[in-house]
């Protein structure tokens, strides 16, 4: 789990291969998925503007939160 920006506050990984993004309130906001890899590891970018996340094998993604950029193995 990591905190983050105001427009996703929390983010959580799962073993499943993907991470959600929560509201304050509870909300699902929306779901990431990496290629169904557990997911170990997120964090932030330092901006804000994009979320890390890493996977058990030593897989990662950087997904940005800006929708004219591209996520990044």
Partial sequence: MACGPAEAPIVTA??????AFWSAAGSLLQVLELDGQPLTRVA????????????????????????????RP
């Fill in 44 to 71: 932030w970018r330092s901006d804000g503007k994009a979320l890390a996340a890493g996977g058990g094998e030593g897989d990662w993604v950087l997904w940005p939160l800006d929708p004219n950029e591209e996520a």
């Fill in 14 to 19: 799962s073993r499943d291969g993907t991470a």
